[in-house]
């Protein structure tokens, strides 16, 4: 399984599952659940954090150990 800091920018995900970790609720909370798409759009100049498309509406910053908490599958 793929996580999210390991999609390629402007890659398409969907979102199959998030880790247990602290910020799990939060992220929940920003919308990124299970069938949602989710595209990185940009990283910072020093690639933390990453802003990320999700499901074509809006854009979240999520830093790098949040993103690898957010279990995806690459989409063709």
Sequence with gaps: ??????VSLGQLGVVRNL????????????G???EVQVRPLFRAPFGDPVAVEVDAAY???LRLEEAALIEVDIQA
């Design 59 to 61: 854009v979240v910053s």
């Design 1 to 6: 399984m793929t996580t999210l800091n390991q």
């Design 19 to 30: 880790r247990q970790g602290e910020v799990s609720v939060r992220l929940m909370e920003l």
């Design 32 to 34: 990124l659940l299970p």
